[in-house]
């Protein structure tokens, strides 16, 4: 992780989807009598539930994996493949506003468009997924990256406690709740990041973000618009990145069976009402065939997204990332590198791919050391970050 922290550009190789492997898939009769069965069992609504359910299955030794949102669709990422049993968080769905809105207290059987959706009436909303899909705990207890990010830190940053049952902590499987400054400071610190490796959360306590509505949406750029072009966009924002951190993008180079070039796009973000914030210009300024970037809750945001996402469901993903420095060559060999990559194994059937180039400023780092509880637990090291300030950003241009 320290690694990361150097670095100022997390490229991510978003997707490669795959239809699922048939042999895999029950017939439908058996799956429908497996979900009616599995319907009735309803004693996992309640933390005390999860956490009667977690001591019996340890003293009986038996394996066990817990799912949330069931977002991560790579195989084996969040299922017990048969071997043992599955915890589904789904009906622990509990969300609570406090008086001050200052915090909510939100389950883990919760999408983040149920988050903003909850807290929309209240002019809040919450350090959380990019999209409304993703769900709350497995993107929590990776760290999370939010829109927000370049403002407040990591997701996990934002969290202000966990409650939580935790074989690893507790072998009586009673709930404790972890916050930075009680007897299970320890436990909240490694939580910020850990995984499932410590606890099975029943409940997050999230510090709310005071943003009732943002600019947000995607921008589709004209087929005119060259990977030259697009790459210039992309190191330009990167360079001033740190100057605004309400600012926040994710660039990204598309590539799809049946394609014969790739195609640009972005998804567009800024904390505030102004339809053409300074450190957006660079993308706003290209030539584009659809933009949505429009004023609203996070919650219609996640609409609009929402229903692209459905569209992929059945498919395999897998996401590699490539953590790099900003220098305008390396973008252009990791473009240049993907697209040869996928011209390759064009004729391999249906697939979607997807590059998204994603400047990350020293902001972001910044902010998640000030979060209460000892720091970040990614050990980031912001000052060695290329995008520390525009001033210095500049000098390593052309390097
Ligand atoms: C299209 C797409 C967009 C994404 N966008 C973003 C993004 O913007 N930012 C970002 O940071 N990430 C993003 N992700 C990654 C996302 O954060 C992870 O997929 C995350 O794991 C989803 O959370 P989930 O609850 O749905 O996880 P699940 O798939 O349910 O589980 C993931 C992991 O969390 C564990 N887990 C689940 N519930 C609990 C619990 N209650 N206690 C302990 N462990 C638990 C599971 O055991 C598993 O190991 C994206 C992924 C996709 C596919």
Request: with cysteine.
């Given at each position: 992780m320290t690694l990361l922290a150097q670095l100022s550009l997390a490229v991510v190789l978003l997707a490669f989807l795959f239809p699922p492997l048939q042999q895999d898939s029950p017939p439908q009769a058996s799956m429908q009598h497996l979900l009616q069965r599995l319907s009735q069992?309803?004693?996992?609504?309640?933390g005390a539930g999860l956490s009667f359910a977690v001591s019996t299955l340890v003293r009986l030794d038996t394996l066990f994996a817990v799912v949330g949102g069931g977002h991560m669709p790579i195989p084996g990422a969040n299922n017990i493949n048969g071997s043992g049993v599955l915890i589904a968080c789904k009906r622990l769905n509990q969300l609570r506003i406090s008086p001050d809105l200052g915090t909510v207290h939100v389950g883990p059987g919760n999408r983040w468009v149920d988050v903003y959706r909850y807290l929309a009436p209240y002019n809040r909303s919450a350090v959380g997924g990019r999209v409304g899909h993703v769900g709350v705990p497995g993107y929590l207890l990776g760290g999370g990256v939010s829109f927000f990010g370049n403002e407040y830190g990591w997701a996990s940053a934002n969290v202000a406690s966990f409650t939580v049952s935790s074989p690893a902590v507790l072998a009586n499987g009673s709930i404790v709740t972890a916050t930075p400054t009680n007897e299970y400071s320890d436990l909240f610190w490694a939580l910020r990041g850990g995984g499932n490796s410590f606890a099975l959360v029943t409940d997050f306590g999230l510090r709310t973000v005071p943003s009732g509505k943002v600019y947000v949406g995607t921008t589709t750029f004209d087929a005119s618009v060259s990977g030259t072009q697009f790459l210039d966009k992309v190191y330009e924002y990167g360079l001033r990145a740190a100057d605004d951190p309400k600012a926040a993008v994710i660039p990204l180079v598309e590539f799809s069976s049946g394609s014969t070039t790739p195609s640009y796009s972005a998804y567009l973000f800024y904390n505030g009402e102004n339809a053409a914030p300074e450190p957006l210009e660079p993308f706003l300024s290209l030539p584009q065939?659809?933009?949505?970037f429009s004023y609203r809750t996070m919650y219609d945001w996640s609409l609009e997204t929402d229903t692209e996402l459905l569209l992929l469901t059945g498919f395999r993903q897998r996401f590699w990332v490539l953590p790099v420095g900003l220098n305008r060559t390396a973008l252009q060999i990791i473009h240049d590198t993907y697209i040869d990559s996928v011209r390759q194994f064009s004729s391999s059937g249906i697939y979607l791919t997807a590059l998204a180039v994603m400047p990350v400023p020293r902001t972001f780092f910044t902010a998640s050391q000030k979060a209460p509880g000892g720091g970040d637990p990614k050990a980031s090291t912001p000052h060695k970050s290329p995008t520390s300030g525009s001033k210095k950003a500049s000098a390593t241009r052309g390097h």
């Open positions: 069992c309803d004693f996992l609504s309640s065939t659809s933009r949505t």
